[in-house]
């Protein structure tokens, strides 16, 4: 085949490549910005793993919006010109201003008629010990100025069943229900709170631009109703759309700023354009393929893999640099056959370092890292083709440049540099640097927490904060889990825990739960508390009745309560209160992992001491906490402490690829430069302050693989047998176009908002300036 | 701040129906500590004759109000802004009512009430007011729904002190209270202040 013929065959693929892009683009390329998505399963209990993602999907599609404002009344319009204008288009339902007013009848159906077997501790504890007297407490709550009464006061005289009632309203945050407004009143302003669901999937990205485009028109319309209105609001969607909005430009920023970087300093090189369009015409079909393959097989982008795709293009454009650096210094005698027999070599050992490196990083059972890692193998293996089939085909015609003067400033950079890295000057420097690092490594400090994957807008979790404080919601990252073999059991097992909570509430280390078995005692709970019924209050019903009539009720009244207290036998169950509609803000606590496996969620309210509250489940049978914040972080503090072993194993793979191409000693000097740039990228995370992450260390992985490039092609391009003296500044040229290439990519991750991408450029961009730097201790001399 | 504003106006304009009501609760307002006796009366449903009481009433500025009903049954409730605290005959002091339910919004109401709370009464109901500074009387709304289910009007009575208190539920029961032998302090008793300590 000719060398034409195979390039155009390679145009073709590509161009089929390119189609099924534009197709995947015309239906949206799926961009994942669930964090959770990102990471490997981190509960040991895959029961535990299923609620997680079950709570989270229920508590992570609300919207909650508070509007406050001097005047009252002002606060309720804007709230309701926010529910009227935002709910009124796709993107958020179930938004309410004002709560419809909840039906008194569907408390008395659930539990009026079953009421004997509710009772507050309280309560429960004064029939127990024997202190109850039917006649005082009858009368306590007839003399009683107002109360609260569910039921006519001949139905519940002693108070028994509105107590009840009481213990189990929530009880957390400064909101109150008023004129079915949610509405707290503080230091002269006056908020009110609108509740609303995110209608479809968060995590996708069209229902999460439709979402916040509703927002924002009801929170337009609502400032225009009450001018002066403050509006705060949360909501996953809201944190999630503002991490994609982040990444979106970081991945503008990265790719635009490297494309313009890499032109200027290619066209500075080359005085030409052509090596600049086959560069990017290279790096562009990797990343096309592997943009393509990855949506392909995984159906989604994770954001991370996009930000880090756009980086890519300064280590996949490093091969057709050296092609075109190798076509500078033929001059007249090139051929495009020669050309690419004379980089071979190079490439090969420089492809093969780079993908074991990223095939270390496969193996890690991140699902996000594995990502990242596929997508440069299959982006740079492409590149790597793309120099081997396409480029020859497009670069045929030889350089019209003096090879000489147009490589020679390179060659002189490189002489006066490789003299003073040279005999003991350079041992001797290179123990000083070595030195000077150890303060730096004595300050590194690690962190593995989780929130430094995803950027949190510290506006948004300023609102968030002050939503929470007021209104109670949580969060639901951290809750407990109580299994048993059957409903009974799973409620007798959530009553243990709720009264250690209880007790929490009460010393203040929490200020409140939801749980199931508040609202549907245990059975057996329902059946002790009708018996202690029985034995205190109806024990003996003329005596009880007599009291009755004694205190004021009517002859008729007094009977019937003994009578019904009869009847009433049924305790109330779990798919009573799931069949009422008072059960629907609590639904989720109920079954999370589905109806075949009995177990209910107890969720957590502003938690003040973390520590107790975590000790609440001890020694509790089927009850654990689960905090899948905490185990993603020890997970990936656990991944973490594996770094360096894992780092020492890859440096010892590429040592074997070096050793069998080169031989023992030269191959450690090969690897020598990238290992002490390493040393000095670990010590400047120390100087900086910069902790040390999962994503720093992946960082410097990556940079084991490329920074050992360089030396490769240093080796290759000059130490071969048969160079011909131009070679040493094109070579020398080539090493530093590809380490500004690669800067200009990965480097400017430096920069990104996302602290995860962040420590993975710094440490990037470190190492490589360091592996340039150290380089020519490399050549023999 | 409301206050502010209708004092405000009462000083500009001339006298109007909300510069009476300002007045009053102002002058209601004024004694760090009021003590009164109360017979209450109520009205309820399925009981044969009036639930009739008798006890005191203590009204602190500072404290809240003390509710102590010394016949026929002892019982003293004590309503803080937050929660409402109970003592029975035995003694036994307990919480009854605390955080933001229902029972603590009706503790807020009779502080409101008989404390002269503008704010708090501005806040739930619609006040009206009649007759002059030395008799007048007061009829409260309530404004939210919530509150308009159970109670459909308060109506106040009264000179120099609030003298009558009569209450309209929604289930007809009805409840008269009736204030006298008034007399002020600068601040609340030792065992009065016993009773609002958390239980």
């Known amino acids: 085949m000719t060398l034409r013929a195979r390039s155009w065959l390679f145009l073709g693929a590509l161009g089929i490549v390119a189609a099924l892009f534009a197709g995947l683009l015309v239906r949206g390329v799926p961009l994942q910005t669930n964090v959770l998505a990102m990471l490997p399963a981190s509960e040991r209990d895959p029961v535990a793993e299923k609620v997680v993602a079950s709570l989270s999907a229920a508590i992570g599609s609300r919207v909650l919006v508070l509007f406050s404002h001097a005047e009252e009344a002002s606060a309720k319009a804007a709230a309701e010109r926010f529910a009227a204008v935002a709910g009124g288009s796709e993107g958020l339902r179930a938004l309410r201003a004002r709560l419809p007013e909840p039906d008194p009848a569907l408390l008395n159906k659930l539990y009026a008629a079953n009421r004997f077997g509710l009772l507050a501790e309280a309560d429960r504890e004064a029939l127990a010990s024997g202190r109850f007297s039917a006649r005082d407490s009858a009368l306590q709550q007839i003399v009683s100025p107002m109360g609260v009464a569910v039921l006519p006061l001949a139905r519940d005289p002693f108070g028994f069943f509105g107590r009840w009632m009481l213990s189990i309203l929530p009880g957390a945050g400064t909101l109150r229900l008023e004129d079915g407004y949610l509405i707290a009143r503080e230091s002269a302003r006056t908020r009110v709170l609108v509740i609303g669901e995110v209608d479809g999937d968060v995590y996708d990205n069209a229902a999460q631009a439709r979402a916040v485009a509703a927002y924002e028109r009801g929170a337009q319309a609502a400032a225009a109703a009450a001018p002066g209105v403050e509006i705060l609001r949360t909501g996953t969607v809201f944190f999630a759309a503002s991490a994609r909005a982040a990444a979106m430009r970081d991945m503008d920023r990265i790719a635009i700023g490297s494309i313009i970087g890499i032109t200027l300093v290619m066209f500075a090189a080359f005085r030409s354009l052509r090596p600049i369009a086959l560069g990017l015409l290279s790096a562009g079909a990797g990343i096309l393929a592997a943009t393509v393959v990855l949506v392909l097989v995984d159906g989604e982008l994770h954001l991370v893999t996009l930000a880090f795709g756009a980086s890519l293009i300064g280590e996949a454009i490093d091969y057709a640099i050296l092609f075109c650096a190798a076509h500078l210094a033929a001059g007249s005698r090139w051929t495009p056959e020669g050309g690419v027999a004379q980089v071979r070599p190079a490439l090969i050992v420089a492809v093969a370092t780079s993908l074991l490196a990223y095939s270390l990083l496969g193996l890690l059972p991140f699902p996000g890292v594995s990502q990242v890692a596929r997508f440069a193998l299959v982006g740079l293996v492409v590149a790597w083709l793309s120099v081997q089939w396409l480029l020859p085909g497009l670069l045929t015609r030889p350089s019209r440049r003096d090879p000489v003067a147009a490589t020679d400033w390179a060659a002189r950079l490189l002489s006066r540099w490789s003299a003073l890295l040279r005999g003991p000057r350079a041992a001797v420097a290179v123990v000083l640097a070595l030195v000077a690092c150890i303060p730096g490594w004595l300050a590194l400090a690690a962190n593995d927490d989780v929130r430094l994957l995803v950027p949190r807008d510290p506006e948004l979790a300023l609102e968030d904060a002050a939503i929470r404080a007021m209104t109670g919601f949580d969060a639901g990252s951290r809750f407990f889990l109580v299994r048993g073999t059957n409903e009974e059991e799973v409620l007798a097992r959530e009553v243990f825990l709720v009264q250690r909570l209880r007790e929490l509430e009460h010393s203040g280390a929490l200020s409140g739960h939801q749980a199931v078995s508040d609202f549907v005692p245990p059975r057996a709970v329902q059946e002790a508390n009708r018996a202690l019924m029985g034995k205190r209050v109806f024990a003996d019903r003329e005596t009880l009745t007599r009291t009755l009539i004694e205190v004021g009720f009517r002859a008729e009244a007094a009977k019937a309560l003994p009578a019904e207290f009869e009847r009433a036998v049924k305790p109330v169950t779990v798919s009573d209160w799931l069949a009422s509609p008072l059960s629907t803000p609590y639904r989720h606590l109920w079954a999370p992992a589905g109806d075949a496996v009995p177990a209910s969620v107890v969720t957590l309210i502003g938690e003040r001491d973390a520590a107790r509250v975590a000790q609440a489940a001890a020694g509790l049978d089927g009850v654990t906490l689960v905090d899948k914040a905490a185990s993603v972080s020890a997970l990936l503090g656990w991944y973490r402490s594996w770094s360096a072993p894992g780092l020492g194993a890859a440096a010892l793979m590429m040592l074997i690829v070096l050793v069998v191409r080169y031989g023992g000693r030269a191959a450690v000097t090969v690897l020598v430069p990238v290992v002490l740039a390493e040393a000095l990228s670990v010590a400047v995370f120390g100087y900086a302050g910069v902790p040390v992450t999962l994503f720093g260390v992946v960082g410097w992985t990556l940079g084991l693989g490329i920074g050992v490039n360089y030396s490769i092609f240093l080796r290759e391009g000059i130490d071969r047998p048969g160079a011909v003296g131009v070679a040493r500044g094109a070579t020398a040229m080539a090493v530093m176009l590809s380490a500004c290439t690669t800067l200009l990519g990965f480097g400017l991750l430096a920069f990104s908002g996302v602290p995860a991408l962040h420590h993975f450029g710094l440490a990037l961009a470190t190492t490589i300036a360091g592996s340039l730097l150290f380089a020519p201790l490399s050549l023999k001399g | ?199």
């Open chain 2, 1 to 199: 701040m409301r206050l502010a504003l209708v004092l405000l106006l009462a000083a500009a304009g001339p006298a109007c129906a909300d510069d009476l009501l300002g007045s009053i609760l102002k002058r209601l307002a004024e004694p760090p500590v009021v003590r009164a006796r109360f017979v209450q009366e109520r009205h309820i449903a399925d009981m044969e004759r009036p639930a009739l009481s008798r006890g005191r009433i203590a009204v602190s500025r500072r404290e809240g109000v003390l509710w102590q009903v010394d016949s026929p049954v002892r019982l003293t409730l004590a309503f803080t802004p937050n929660e409402i605290i109970e003592t029975g005959a035995d003694g036994v002091r307990r919480l009854r009512a605390q955080g933001r339910n229902a029972e603590t919004q009706i503790g807020r109401v009779m502080r409101g009430i008989l404390g002269a709370d503008a704010e708090t009464l501005q806040a739930s109901f619609t006040a009206t007011a009649s007759g002059s500074l030395e008799r007048w009387s007061i009829r409260l709304v309530p404004r939210p729904r919530e509150m308009a289910r159970a109670l459909r009007e308060i109506r106040l009575g009264g000179g120099r002190h609030l003298e009558t208190i009569e209450i309209e539920e929604t289930s007809d029961n009805t409840t008269a209270i009736r204030l006298r032998q008034f007399s002020i302090a600068d601040q609340l008793a030792a065992e009065e202040l016993e009773f609002f300590k958390a239980p």
